[in-house]
């Protein structure tokens, strides 16, 4: 187990390097100068060359990514081109908001997709007829569509759940939770559509191999069956649905943090990119990419767990 940790955190340096290279590069096209952006039109020539050489501008781009990269590697991501504020500050402040987005949106839809899966695969042809129509439909609308429509629903209407907003945890846990729901449901539709018809598949498989029916024939309940022997066999598809779906939701919290006006990373990093703040951009670069390491190193503890055959590989 720990030989595949160790190789797995070896892989991702080159990635981590990769990614923050391309944004680099990425960001060094984008129109708009960050120094002129920073002084405005009313500064002189003088203060202009004097931020551009602090900024490192005026150097070529692999220079400037080279500097970066350096000041990385003692743990500095930079400050913000605009506010001053330490990057890695900032990242802290907003990191909850988008993990309790992105583990919130994975656990409710973990739950209700495999729940909804065995149910589809345990009952008749047509409600699983019904299950692909709903499958298809919650797989295909856009969920920042839905989080209007929550919004619209359970914020306007009803007024059950607030609409914006986000209350840290420390401050009330009742108001952080009920801040969370409908951004919650909102980004864990998609993944609920995937996750059920993977479960489903799954489990009609399972539920014809030999051993299945060596234990109806001696007589085990159909429950015991289903919850304890054959959804353990579904284990590494389910596994590797759900390791997929909590990687596209990291990305997916940039709609739904603005949609609901939460004060996460991916509202950090529209407000970012239009200022064209570089440290900040490449700091959550970094940040979303190591996320997505992890995720990657947890789906491939589970399979070893699952599966033993995999700690010999």
């Not at 002129?36 to 002189?44: C, E, F, Q």
């Not at 001053?84 to 909850?96: C, H, M, N």
């Not at 019904?130 to 797989?139: A, E």
């Not at 864990?188 to 489903?200: D, E, L, P, Q």
Request: a neutral charge.
């Amino acid at each position: 187990m720990l030989s595949i940790t160790l190789r797995r955190l070896a892989l991702s340096i080159p990635l981590l390097v990769i990614v923050s290279a391309i944004t680099f590069l990425l960001e060094s096209f984008v129109p708009g100068d960050p120094a002129r952006t920073v002084l405005g039109i009313n500064a002189t020539q003088e203060q202009y060359d004097a931020l551009q050489s602090a900024m490192h501008l005026d150097q070529p781009v692999l220079v400037q990514y080279w500097l970066y990269m350096r000041d990385v590697l003692h743990g500095d991501l930079g400050a913000s081109l605009f506010t001053g504020e330490s990057v890695l500050g900032l990242i802290g402040q907003r990191l909850p908001v988008t993990l309790a987005l992105v583990i919130g949106g994975t656990v409710l839809a973990s739950l209700v997709g495999v729940v909804l899966g065995v149910f589809s695969a345990t009952r008749g042809r047509v409600s699983r007829r019904l299950f692909d129509i709903v499958s298809l439909l919650g797989s295909a609308v856009p969920n920042f569509w839905i989080a209007l429509l929550l919004v619209a629903a359970f914020a306007v209407k009803f007024a059950i759940f607030p609409a914006t907003g986000y209350t840290p945890f420390a401050e009330s846990p009742g108001q952080w939770a009920s801040g969370l729901v409908l951004p919650v449901i909102a980004l864990s539709i998609g993944g609920v559509a995937f996750i059920s018809k993977v479960t489903r598949d799954a489990m009609l498989s399972t539920l014809s191999l030999d051993h299945i029916r060596t234990l109806r024939a001696c007589g085990i309940s159909p429950s015991s069956i289903i919850w304890k022997h054959a959804l353990r066999g579904c284990g590494l598809p389910v596994v590797t649905t759900i390791g997929l779906m909590m990687i596209t939701f990291i990305p997916g919290t940039i709609l739904i943090e603005n949609v609901f006006t939460l004060p996460g990373l991916g509202t950090t990093v529209v407000d970012a990119t239009n200022q064209h703040d570089l440290p900040v951009v490449q700091g959550l670069t970094i940040t979303f990419t190591v996320m997505v390491i992890v995720v990657n190193l947890l789906v491939d503890v589970l399979y070893s767990l699952l599966n033993p055959k995999v700690r010999t590989e």
